[in-house]
């Protein structure tokens, strides 16, 4: 159903602006009649309708970020809550439309209600808004609808959110302050090189002095990138594009993603975080009542890591020949042992949430250590590096002035 935006006055002469959703302009203008609304303006909404060219693919599906995340694991919390105070599902989704964060998020949930209302189960409809809810939302959403358990199904997803925003922050935060070196360190190296090295050489030049190697060099990589910054800037951009299109093929991501793994210390955070989601993710989706094989094929979608991605597809194929869990996972080498025992562990107990639960709580600590351990090797190393090339720039610099000096 449409969804329209609307400028009235209501009884008050006070100007009100919403939005409505009705089969046409005409039913929008009498459902606010009916509110005591005289209507001075009203059109379809724009973002409903790139909603609707998403859903069909025309366009592209909006990624799933920061900000979303977090809107849609507040607005399940309050779903879980409505529900669980014994309201309906229609109405508990009509009072989050009514408290939405945005209008984005609104139409999305005016047009889940319609379709819920509809007859379509909840677990497809969000489904239709791939830029808000993932697979396994759904699928989850799912599993709670069929074991009658929705409202505890979601608080745990809205608790699984969060928790999912937090590991992430955690290496991001980490790596702003290198990256933020980095640039920094890339500016000022480039202003030397175009800005002061060129009016300091034609100095030297003026002097008609024979000129030191590493001062010669130094001239010699300023007058390039100076005549020809314009190439460089082309070359560097081809080179990422081609970088681009080799990781996006399957053979080249596998072979970039195994290379990020062996990487030292930073191959050791991005393991330990993968395990911390891997295991969250299916311990979440076991407690939720989704069956084991359905629960490996949404946690895969969940890894950004081709390597384990096919580790797991891997463990998904042995279950589904009737193998045990723990067995596939400790002959793929990919899973550290300690999660194959301990999953091992949990299906002969019978706990197997719970344990899985325990290995991501742990590598969840680790995952900080590895975070710290990862800061405080890569600052040095970028100071030093900065440090470095900034010494050279400056002795290729002096050393001609001292050469003058002494002639003098």
Same mark, same amino acid.
């Given at each position: 159903?449409?969804i329209?935006?609307?400028?009235?006055?209501?009884g008050?002469?006070?100007?009100?602006?919403?939005?409505?959703?009705?089969?046409?302009?005409?039913?929008?203008?009498?459902?606010?009649?009916?509110?005591?609304?005289?209507?001075?303006?009203?059109?379809?909404?724009?973002?409903?309708?790139?909603?609707?060219?998403?859903?069909?693919?025309?366009?592209?599906?909006?990624?799933?970020?920061?900000?979303?995340?977090?809107?849609?694991?507040?607005?399940?919390?309050?779903?879980?809550?409505?529900?669980?105070?014994?309201?309906?599902?229609?109405?508990?989704?009509?009072?989050?439309?009514?408290?939405?964060?945005?209008?984005?998020?609104?139409?999305?949930?005016?047009?889940?209600?319609? @379709? +819920? *209302? !509809?007859?379509?189960?909840?677990?497809?409809?969000? /489904?239709?808004? %791939?830029? =808000?809810?993932?697979?396994?939302? &759904?699928?989850?959403?799912?599993a709670?609808?069929?074991?009658?358990?929705?409202?505890?199904?979601?608080?745990?997803?809205?608790?699984?959110?969060?928790?999912?925003?937090?590991?992430?922050?955690?290496?991001?935060?980490?790596?702003?302050?290198?990256m933020?070196?980095?640039?920094?360190?890339?500016?000022?190296?480039?202003?030397?090189?175009?800005?002061?090295?060129? @009016? +300091? *050489? !034609?100095?030297?030049?003026?002097?008609?002095?024979? /000129?030191?190697? %590493?001062t =010669?060099?130094l001239?010699?990589? &300023?007058?390039?990138?100076?005549?020809?910054?314009?190439?460089?800037?082309?070359?560097?951009?081809?080179?990422?594009?081609?970088?681009?299109?080799?990781?996006?093929?399957d053979?080249?991501?596998?072979?970039?993603?195994?290379?990020?793994?062996?990487?030292?210390?930073f191959g050791d955070?991005?393991?330990?975080?993968?395990?911390?989601?891997?295991?969250?993710?299916?311990a979440?989706?076991?407690?939720?009542?989704?069956?084991?094989?359905?629960?490996?094929?949404?946690?895969?979608?969940v890894l950004?890591?081709?390597?384990?991605?096919?580790?797991?597809?891997?463990?998904?194929?042995?279950?589904?020949?009737?193998?045990?869990?723990?067995?596939?996972?400790?002959?793929?080498?990919?899973?550290?042992?300690?999660?194959?025992?301990?999953?091992?562990?949990?299906?002969?107990?019978?706990?197997?949430?719970?344990m899985?639960?325990?290995?991501?709580a742990?590598?969840?600590?680790?995952?900080?250590?590895?975070?710290?351990?990862?800061?405080?090797?890569?600052?040095?190393?970028?100071?030093?590096?900065?440090?470095?090339?900034?010494a050279?720039?400056?002795?290729?610099?002096?050393?001609?002035?001292?050469?003058?000096?002494?002639?003098?």
């Amino acid at each position: 159903m449409p969804i329209f935006e609307y400028k009235a006055v209501d009884g008050e002469n006070k100007v009100k602006k919403g939005i409505i959703d009705a089969d046409t302009p005409r039913d929008a203008r009498l459902k606010l009649k009916k509110e005591r609304l005289f209507v001075t303006d009203i059109k379809e909404s724009a973002g409903r309708r790139k909603a609707v060219l998403r859903i069909k693919g025309v366009t592209g599906v909006d990624a799933p970020n920061k900000l979303r995340n977090e809107q849609v694991a507040q607005v399940t919390r309050q779903m879980a809550s409505l529900l669980q105070a014994g309201i309906p599902l229609a109405e508990a989704l009509r009072m989050i439309i009514e408290q939405a964060p945005d209008k984005k998020i609104e139409s999305a949930f005016r047009d889940i209600r319609e @379709k +819920v *209302t !509809q007859g379509m189960p909840l677990g497809d409809a969000v /489904l239709q808004h %791939p830029a =808000y809810f993932s697979d396994l939302f &759904s699928n989850m959403v799912k599993a709670g609808e069929s074991s009658g358990a929705l409202d505890k199904v979601l608080v745990r997803l809205a608790g699984f959110l969060q928790a999912q925003t937090r590991l992430k922050n955690k290496v991001g935060a980490a790596m702003i302050y290198p990256m933020v070196m980095s640039g920094v360190g890339v500016i000022v190296v480039a202003v030397l090189m175009t800005l002061v090295v060129p @009016k +300091v *050489t !034609q100095l030297l030049k003026g002097r008609g002095q024979e /000129l030191p190697g %590493p001062t =010669y060099v130094l001239i010699s990589i &300023s007058d390039f990138l100076v005549d020809y910054w314009l190439l460089v800037m082309i070359g560097l951009i081809g080179v990422v594009l081609a970088f681009q299109v080799v990781v996006n093929s399957d053979k080249g991501g596998l072979a970039f993603d195994r290379f990020k793994l062996r990487l030292p210390v930073f191959g050791d955070l991005m393991s330990k975080q993968a395990m911390a989601r891997f295991t969250i993710t299916l311990a979440t989706l076991l407690r939720s009542g989704v069956p084991a094989l359905q629960a490996l094929q949404v946690t895969k979608a969940v890894l950004d890591n081709k390597v384990l991605q096919n580790a797991i597809m891997t463990v998904h194929d042995r279950v589904l020949e009737g193998a045990d869990l723990a067995t596939p996972m400790k002959q793929t080498g990919v899973f550290p042992p300690t999660v194959s025992y301990m999953v091992g562990v949990g299906e002969q107990a019978g706990n197997l949430e719970e344990m899985l639960e325990r290995i991501a709580a742990t590598y969840d600590e680790e995952v900080d250590l590895a975070t710290q351990k990862l800061t405080s090797v890569i600052e040095p190393i970028i100071i030093v590096a900065l440090a470095t090339i900034v010494a050279g720039i400056v002795i290729a610099i002096v050393m001609p002035l001292l050469q003058l000096q002494r002639a003098n």
